[in-house]
């Protein structure tokens, strides 16, 4: 039953992650980026603080604990989430940001100086697929540049904001959420008043995608991403989220009708075998060198919006 449930989860988490590009598109068809940053972490605060309240989440005691949830909150819910939607709103295909951002694992590698002769043939294979992937929207007649620099921004930000969450233990679960979440608050606000973006007509067009995000993405899959770290091993979450970016187009063809090169096809596929075969090299070297803990390491998988150590509280 136990195997049966997680098992569902993984595939739950799977599908509703990997629609959060899909949803982003949609609501940006019908809104400019600030406002829909703006509503989506209203509704995930205000969700969130909600729940904190309901489960009484322990929040930040010290100033060094409340410096470092904020510091996380900026670069996760400010700076990642206004280079995910930026990508998305210069014209990249949802698909091929989902592959970009799944090469976390890769770059923080290369931060941290992963040793392995396997390892760094994922690295190289890996980093050879995303340019692959990557080079209609550079020679295409609707390249979009712009767009592949806000991604590669998400991806710069996301491993930061992961290795900043990791040094958070004591602050809840329910709780990080809620603060981070809030930080986006101001900050997306302040933008809608410089920039003033019209107003869209309420449809369910522009409501579904922004409680999609706020709701399902922003608290349910985030949600799930920590029950799974804490009941499933993180190699096995890993290599769920390796399969991020190919739902991700599968639901892109079926939602909105919209297939990606066949080049970025293919490096999509480059990328996630190299993703496999580092992540089997991971594996490896945690076996030899007999570190049981090696599967939690900062080169692990994505705990993309802060996965918590098992020891910390809802």
């Known amino acids: 039953m136990t195997s049966t449930r997680n098992a569902a989860a993984l595939g739950a988490f799977l599908l509703v992650w990997s629609s959060g590009a899909v949803a982003t598109a949609i609501g940006l068809s019908h809104m400019d980026a600030e406002l829909f940053l703006l509503l989506r972490a209203l509704v995930t605060a205000g969700i ?25 909150g900026l670069l996760m819910h400010v700076l990642y989430q206004a280079f995910f939607f930026g990508s998305i709103a210069a ?38 697929g995303l340019a692959l992937a990557c080079s209609p929207e550079f020679t295409g007649t609707d390249s979009t ?7 590669a921004g998400a991806l710069v930000t996301l491993p930061a904001a992961t290795i900043s969450q990791s040094r958070i233990h004591r602050v809840g679960v329910v709780a990080n959420i809620a603060v981070q979440c809030s930080m986006g608050i101001p900050a997306f606000l302040l933008a809608t ?4 973006p019209q107003l869209p007509a309420l449809s369910l067009g522009t409501a579904l995608p922004v409680l999609w995000l ?38 892109d063809r079926m939602v909105r009708g919209q297939s990606l090169h066949t080049v970025t096809l293919v490096g999509m596929a480059v990328v996630i075998c190299a993703l496999f075969v580092f992540e089997r ?18 080169a692990a998988a994505p705990r993309t919006h802060g996965a918590p150590t098992s ?3 809802l």
Request: aromatic share 6%; hydrophobic share 55%.
């Open 91 to 128: 014209g990249i295909a949802p698909g091929l940001l989902s592959l970009v951002v799944a090469c976390q694992p890769l770059l923080t590698a290369v931060v941290i100086g992963q040793r392995g002769v396997l390892a760094w043939a994922g690295i190289l294979l890996g980093l050879g």
């Open 193 to 196: 008043l410089v920039l003033r």
């Open 311 to 313: 020891h910390q509280s």
């Open 214 to 251: 706020g709701a399902m993405i922003g608290v349910l899959a985030t949600g799930l991403l920590y029950w799974l770290v804490r009941r499933v091993d993180v190699v096995t979450v890993t290599g769920v989220q390796f399969l991020v970016p190919a739902v991700t187009a599968v639901l």
């Open 48 to 72: 969130a603080w909600a729940l904190c309240r309901l489960v009484r989440s322990p929040l930040p005691r010290s100033p060094r604990e409340w410096t470092a949830v904020l510091g996380t």
């Open 281 to 298: 090299s991971r594996r490896r070297r945690g076996a030899a060198a007999g570190a049981p803990g090696t599967d939690r390491g900062p």
């Open 145 to 151: 540049p712009w767009g592949v620099a806000a991604a």
